[in-house]
């Protein structure tokens, strides 16, 4: 997800703390989605990267967390612009701060 304008040293630092990597202090915030964020900041701060190790079913926390930092934290100060596809199952999009998710396929039962 891009962002603009970019994330200061300030915010990145702050977003980084809730996707702990072992560098970062980490953060916990009332109304945060889950204990562990998917996103992560870019070091320059001008985009938002999701962990590959996510879920496609987990979307709800992917667009959640999206949600959650676009407005809790960064307070509407940023513009958000992407998309992206979790595991070939949901599609997560923003625009400012708009989040919408679409379902691609459904799970399957076993």
């Known amino acids: ?40 900041p870019t070091s320059d701060g001008r985009h938002l990267v999701l962990d590959d190790a996510i879920d496609g079913h987990a979307a709800v926390t992917v667009s959640g967390w999206l949600r959650f930092l676009t407005q809790v934290p960064l307070r509407g100060r940023h513009r958000f612009v992407g998309e992206v596809v979790v595991n070939d199952v949901r599609v997560v999009t923003v625009q400012g701060q708009l989040v919408n998710e679409r379902i691609l396929r459904h799970r399957t039962e076993r």
């Open 1 to 40: 997800m891009a962002i603009e304008p970019p994330l200061t040293p300030l915010e990145v630092e702050e977003l980084a703390g809730f996707h702990p990597d072992g560098t970062a202090v980490r953060r916990i915030r009332a109304g945060q989605p889950s204990p562990r964020s998917p996103w992560a």
